[in-house]
Structure formats: C-alpha cells, structure tokens
C-alpha cells in the first residue's frame, strides 16, 4: 500500500525540514529559488581569484556568466517538489557537492547529462559534503513517492563515515570522520600501525559505514526492481590538487600538474569536477546504462590516487 505521505508525520518531518548546508545570498524568483554561492563555490574564495595566478583566466567566465544555484524546499538541486504529484517515471541521482553540482552549471552537472541521454527526468539528491548513510535516509524518504526507473549513484570513499568517540576522555558522541586529504581518519581513534596500514582494504574500518550504505541502497531498490548504478572513484583531480586544509568560506590554495583543455570549464571554486570531468561521471553511467545493477569494486587506491593515468576503467 502507497504511503499517504502529506498526513505521514515522518514525511511531514523531512518536507518542514530542508538539510542546511553553506550557501549565500538566496534570491526568490516567482515560485523558484536559487543560491548565487553554495559551499566551497563560496564568494570569499572567489573575490581571491586574482591571487591564483593562472587561475585567474581560468575561472573568469563566471564573472559576467554567474551560476544560479536553483534548489526545492529541501535544498536538493531539483525542480521536483517532494510535496507536489508527479505521475511520470523518473530517474534518482545520489552522492555529494559532485553530484550536487558545486562550482558548475546545473546544464552540466553529470545528473543533467544522464538525464538529457535518457530522455527521463532525474531527481538530484546530492547532498554537499555527507556520505552515502544521508543519501540513503533521503532516497528512503522519496523512492515511494515516485514511479523510479533508475538510481545513479556516484560517492568517492572520502573517508566519510560515522563513528562512536570520545570528548574529554568521559563523554562519548556521534561525529562525521572527514579528511580533505581522502585519507583514512581511522588513524584518529586506532593508534596501531596495523591498522593504518590495512584501513583502505576492503571489509576494515574506513569502508564499514560507505559499504554498508551501498549495500543498503542497493538492496533498496533491489526490493523495487529499480536498476542501481554507483561508482567511487574520482576522475577530478586530473588538473589540480588542494593544498592546505579547507575551510568553508575560508581559503585554500592549488597545486597543477596537468594542462587543461582550452574547450573544458574549470568549476567555479577550482575544487570540484569541471566540464569535462561532469561528463566523464556521465559517460560511466551511461556504459553500464543496459546493465540491471553495477557496483564499482572498492579497490585500494594507492595505484591511482596519485597516478591520473592509472585509474580503474570498466
């Protein structure tokens, strides 16, 4: 029996309370709204762009072309409202800011590029700077509201995850590992060299909450008959790298090590995927596209991480 969802106190909980994240400057245009800044693609950071260098020609073309950053009242960057019917079928896309779209066109996002191959209209679920255990609570919230077709779900294994530690020495709490450096936080709570040495190796710690939500997800749609893709590796850091921590609204600096393309577009905060690279995700997605599910190995990253030119290929 379909859930009534508009008289579903759960349902109610998640339509009244849209996910915070770091945004500026919202502006309301009829019955839509946007961000002109969303996270790291944050207006301090931009104002720094005559600092970068090379940079600076690299990103210019936001200056007189800005991005509009249009979200529902959830926040998800979609035009679907979760409140309003919608009897067609639809596509879901899960994962983070690189599925969100941080620095990037809405018209270039790997979501919109999968949607305009399929003809089907994609609900962008990405959630900027979280792990797969939200995007599983958010596709749980909507899969039945829908008549889904398919679940794209691409997640780097950042080292998000979720663990029980201590705060002076007494208090426990629940906290969200997270390592700009793609490193395994772990290190912060098992001091032994054993298990630094085997925390990226699957079925150890780093990867116990990010499998256990693929797993999860997947098992989700399995119930339903919707096909489910995901892939984790990161075909982003071809061009650049960050150095120095990152601060929301704060600074942080790049290392290059590749050239760019004359006809690609960096994002906006130089972080996250570019043209290309949105498109590369979309390519992946669109190869496996016949399949009825396609999980990405979890593989040790070693080899590729610090190679571009050795990463995994289907």
Request: hydrophobic letters at 30%; proline letters at 4%; aromatic letters at 16%.
């Amino acid at each position: 029996m379909k859930t009534d969802y508009l008289n579903n106190p759960d349902w109610k909980k998640f339509i009244d309370h849209p996910f915070y994240f770091y945004a500026e400057d919202l502006v309301e245009e009829g019955d839509r709204r946007y961000y002109k800044w969303s996270g790291t693609d944050n207006s301090h950071q931009f104002d720094r762009v005559d600092e970068l260098g090379e940079y600076k020609e690299l990103v210019k073309h936001y200056k007189d072309n800005p991005i509009r950053y249009y979200v529902n009242k959830q926040n998800f960057r979609t035009s679907f409202e979760f409140d309003e019917k919608y009897d067609g079928e639809v596509d879901i896309a899960l994962g983070c800011s690189n599925t969100f779209g941080a620095g990037m066109y809405n018209d270039l996002i790997w979501p919109t590029l999968v949607s305009n191959h399929t003809s089907v209209p994609i609900i962008n679920l990405g959630i900027a700077g979280l792990g797969p255990d939200h995007s599983y609570v958010a596709l749980n919230r909507v899969i039945d509201r829908y008549r889904v077709r398919k679940v794209y779900h691409f997640h780097q294994i950042f080292g998000r995850h979720l663990y029980l530690a201590y705060k002076d020495g007494s208090h426990k709490f629940l906290c969200m590992a997270y390592n700009q450096g793609y490193g395994d936080q772990a290190q912060y709570i098992y001091k032994e060299d054993y298990f630094k040495d085997v925390m990226m190796e699957e079925g150890y710690l780093l990867l116990f909450e990010h499998k256990r939500a693929i797993d999860a997800i997947a098992g989700m749609c399995s119930q339903r008959d919707i096909n489910y893709y995901y892939f984790n590796t990161q075909p982003y850091d071809l061009y650049n790298r960050v150095e120095g921590d990152i601060v929301i609204g704060g600074n942080y600096t790049y290392k290059r090590y590749r050239d760019i393309p004359e006809d690609d577009l960096l994002a906006r905060d130089i972080l996250h995927p570019s043209k290309h690279q949105h498109k590369i995700i979309a390519d992946r997605f669109i190869k496996v596209d016949n399949k009825d599910v396609y999980i990405e190995p979890f593989l040790d990253r070693a080899n590729w991480l610090n190679d571009p030119n050795n990463r995994p290929v289907i």
